[in-house]
């Protein structure tokens, strides 16, 4: 019967618990979310935004994917920007 009462008094002490349990793993859920999002936007790439006479190089894409030119370079230029197009 000690048994049965020990078991209930433990029972109740962890649904006595159980709301302050769940507000804790609620904030160090949104904690983590949040340093996964900053990771993630660190990542993201830059918007550049070019002037007229600034030097740029230009990535060839297709390189990448194409095993009989990888060891020609990947990037040509310096290329001058003399107009600016669209936004």
Request: hydrophobic share 35%.
């Amino acid at each position: 019967m000690e048994e049965k009462l020990l078991l209930l008094n433990h029972v109740k002490k962890q649904l006595d618990q159980l709301p302050i349990i769940r507000n804790i793993v609620q904030q160090n859920l949104q904690k983590e979310q949040q340093k996964q999002k900053d990771r993630y936007d660190e990542k993201l790439k830059k918007i550049v935004s070019y002037q007229i006479s600034d030097l740029v190089l230009y990535y060839k894409v297709i390189l990448d994917k194409q095993w009989s030119e990888k060891l020609d370079p990947k990037w040509k230029g310096p290329y001058y920007i003399h107009d600016i197009i669209g936004n």
